[in-house]
């Protein structure tokens, strides 16, 4: 038993090695925000020794808002972690996001994106346990629920990566292969199931959810691109592309639905969009104010009456100048008229031939009278 405590103690600190050597690598490579951001959750970590602290840093729903007004509490929480095993996570999400997103957006981008992703989880949380408390009237949700960590911001990086290499392979498994458009929902499901079990607490799988939704906005409608665009309007970047093939139909439907009724009272505008038509041999338009099914009606209204129009051309007859010459089959009977072969008062006779071979015809003369025949006319080859 000794053995293989010992063998199963070596292994643990040859990996923690590895990984410690990994991050280290990841951290000297990032750039001064990554870094920052590091530091300060190391900072905050011993501060969440002190409930006085950790009652100043986090969101509290009943404080946020009036009469206390704790307003800072919504750019101080993200940074604060009382479990260290949650603290090496949000190191690895900042450092993977790093390596990751920061070489396509740069470091201001990247920084605008983990302010507005953190911002947004806290009042979408707080709004969350408004609801909550609006139904049960329990003034825990007000005033006990603590809201704080990188959970949102794990959601918008696994959002993030999804939009960026969606299809790469994660897992292979025997049920199938794990990428990076199933994480977001992977994780989800798995807060939900660990928040029951005492693993996290109940404030991660709300929090995460939210910054799921609020990154999907951004990233979707809002982030502006070195091109002049805003936003991702990619087919495999919708709402419902975050759920398995069966779940989406009817997702699609509803996502269309609030997003239509969004335009319609001005709270949202319906993209236009933009393509390089030199970068492409074929395009596409989709016209704003035009759907798919009238631009399908009007195709094919346009190829019935291209149709109705060629076969008006082809019921035209047109007259022939030159008689046509058809080749005769080896297998039938044609009829010539021979040229007059005798003298003036002899008349031209009708030659029925039967075509044995393409090269040879054999040609028998009817109805000759024997005393106008010659010796030599009794008989024709061709």
């Known amino acids: 038993m000794a053995p293989t405590i010992v063998f199963s103690s070596s292994v643990i600190k040859r990996n923690l090695f590895y990984l410690y050597q990994q991050l280290a690598a990841a951290l000297n490579n990032s750039s ?3 870094k920052f951001i590091c530091l300060i959750n190391i900072v905050f970590y011993f501060l969440s020794f002190s409930e006085t602290a950790v009652r100043i840093i986090c969101v509290i729903p009943g404080f946020i808002i009036p009469p206390n007004f704790w307003v800072w509490t919504a750019f101080t929480h993200c940074y604060l972690e009382t479990r260290l095993w949650m603290l090496l996570v949000d190191i690895i999400t900042v450092g993977l996001c790093g390596k990751l997103l920061e070489p396509l957006w740069g470091a201001m981008e990247m920084l605008t994106f983990f302010a507005l992703v953190n911002t947004s989880v806290a009042f979408l949380s707080v709004m969350f346990y408004i609801v909550v408390f609006t139904v049960t009237s329990d003034p825990r949700y007000l005033f006990s629920v603590q809201i704080h960590g990188l959970a949102g911001y794990c959601a918008a990086v696994s959002v993030a ?3 960026i290499m969606p299809d ?3 897992l292979s498994l025997p049920c199938g292969k794990v990428r990076n458009r199933n994480v977001p929902v992977i994780v989800l499901l798995l ?7 005492g693993v996290i607490k109940g404030t991660y799988p709300v929090m995460f959810t939210s910054g799921l939704l609020s990154s999907w906005v951004y990233l979707r409608f809002y982030q502006h691109h070195s091109n002049g665009t805003a936003g991702d309007m990619a087919d495999g970047f919708t709402f419902a592309s975050f759920f398995p093939t069966v779940m989406q ?3 699609i439907v509803i996502s269309n639905a609030v997003f239509g009724f969004l335009v319609y009272i001005k709270l949202c505008k319906k993209p236009i969009r933009k393509y390089n038509l030199a970068a492409s041999t074929s395009v596409i338009l989709n016209i ?8 399908e009606r009007r195709r094919q209204i346009a190829l019935r009456a ?3 129009r060629l076969n008006k051309v082809e019921q035209v007859s047109w007259p022939s100048t030159l008689e046509e010459t058809k080749t005769p089959d080896k297998s039938k009977s044609v009829g010539i008229t021979m040229p007059p072969a005798f003298s003036d008062h002899q008349s031209s006779y009708l030659v029925s031939t039967t075509t044995t071979s393409q090269s ?7 109805s000759i009278p024997a005393d106008h025949q010659s010796p030599q006319s009794s008989s024709a080859e061709l």
């Open 32 to 34: 001064v925000v990554v």
């Open 161 to 163: 990566v999804k939009q």
């Open 168 to 170: 790469h392979v994660l």
């Open 191 to 197: 807060s939900l199931i660990l928040w029951p079990l």
């Open 249 to 251: 139909p009817p997702l």
């Open 288 to 295: 704003p104010g035009t759907e798919p099914h009238d631009a």
């Open 306 to 308: 291209l149709s109705e």
């Open 360 to 366: 040879q015809k054999d040609i028998k003369i009817d």
